[in-house]
């Protein structure tokens, strides 16, 4: 069987070759995609999770002044709104924390009550001083917290799943231990004012901001660094976006799920250090519905539900989106009930961008 043997190039055919290729001057092929404004805002937004909330709260900031007029933008109302976003604003930390391993925490709140009748048990009927029943409330909000993730860890639970259990336990052991009481401001002020303290506040051109407000965005600074300049933070990241490969790069996944579950247990500690100081007092009662709202914060704040991706501050803006829209709807005269309904589309609308966002772009 014979071969086609293949003509040799001449050495004009070469340089011709070569003439053709100096002229080419390097350049290559290009192929531009025309993307539709739809698909330009999509990728943006991809790139940007957190520019959704920021429009919204920008938007929603515009929309009240207008109708409400100047008193909304008075620096007394704007450190108000801080104030009452406090609390979900601290809660929201952990659960953010949570969620960008793709778990969900509804035992935050129950956390926080819990904890907060810990302290005021310890300080005002067992005489304890007031650092050491705040810390052994910061100790039962790490133990809650270690609970959860060894559920999850070890026994390889659904985090909806073990929260919601947890959920239910925490808030039965809450009203035994209170024995449904009540401990009033008059009682912790003349024995533990310090568990009052996140209470207090100073004046600011014009505005009064209390410690607890300031204490929440020093802890978004704290958590913001911690989750983008350490290799823990990294980690967190990772093991969210996909376990399996986390896992095959050197990550203990289940080490890196049981921390961030202590953290965020002492972090509702921390919240409920800023209840007392909110309200006054210790009520067994209160925050029964703080798991949903830092939940709502987290999730208007552009921070997926699926793991993986969304940022601290996007939480805070989510939290003051929802307090913006209350404050500004409550000026506006508008039912407490129609307050809860518009907080409900924003959840439902912000799941609904996330969905979107979460799309490969045509």
């Not at 801080?82 to 035992?107: E, F, H, K, N, R």
């Amino acid at each position: 069987m014979s071969e086609t043997l293949k003509p040799t190039p001449t050495g004009h055919q070469i340089l011709d070759h070569e003439r053709v290729a100096d002229q080419a001057q390097g350049n290559v092929a290009r192929f531009e995609q025309h993307l539709t404004p739809g698909q330009r805002i999509h990728r943006f937004l991809h790139s940007n999770p957190t520019a959704a909330p920021v429009m919204v709260l920008l938007l929603a900031i515009a929309t009240f002044t207008l109708i409400v007029g100047e008193r909304f933008l008075h620096p007394f109302n704007l450190s108000l709104v801080l104030q009452q976003v406090t609390i979900i604003g601290i809660l929201g930390v952990a659960q953010t924390l949570i969620i960008l391993t793709a778990g969900i925490d509804l035992s935050v709140g129950a956390i926080m009550v819990l904890s907060t009748v810990v302290m005021g048990r310890f300080a005002v009927e067992f005489g304890m001083p007031p650092m050491f029943a705040l810390l052994a409330g910061f100790a039962v909000g790490a133990l809650a917290g270690a609970i959860n993730g060894a559920l999850v860890t070890r026994l390889k639970l659904p985090p909806f799943i073990v929260t919601l259990g947890t959920w239910n336990i925490f808030f039965a052991l809450n009203l035994w231990y209170s024995k449904s009481e009540t401990i009033r401001s008059q009682e912790i002020e003349a024995v533990a004012p310090l568990l009052q303290w996140a209470g207090q506040t100073i004046e600011l051109f014009g505005a009064r901001l209390s410690y607890g407000s300031l204490m929440m965005i020093g802890l978004f600074i704290l958590i913001w660094y911690a989750l983008n300049w350490t290799s823990w933070g990294r980690h967190v990241y990772a093991t969210g976006d996909d376990p399996d490969a986390a896992r095959l790069a050197g990550i203990r996944t289940d080490r890196i799920l049981l921390s961030v579950y202590i953290v965020a247990g002492v972090i509702c500690a921390l919240a409920a250090w800023a209840l007392i100081g909110r309200i006054g007092s210790v009520s067994p009662q209160a925050g029964y519905t703080a798991n949903l709202d830092s939940i709502t914060a987290v999730v208007i704040g552009g921070t997926s539900l699926f793991g993986g991706r969304g940022s601290i501050y996007g939480t805070l803006i989510g939290a003051l989106v929802v307090g913006i829209f209350r404050n500004g709807l409550a000026l506006s005269g508008v039912d407490v009930l129609w307050q809860e309904f518009t907080v409900g589309m924003l959840i439902i609308v912000a799941v609904g961008i996330d969905q979107w966002i979460r799309k490969v772009s045509s």
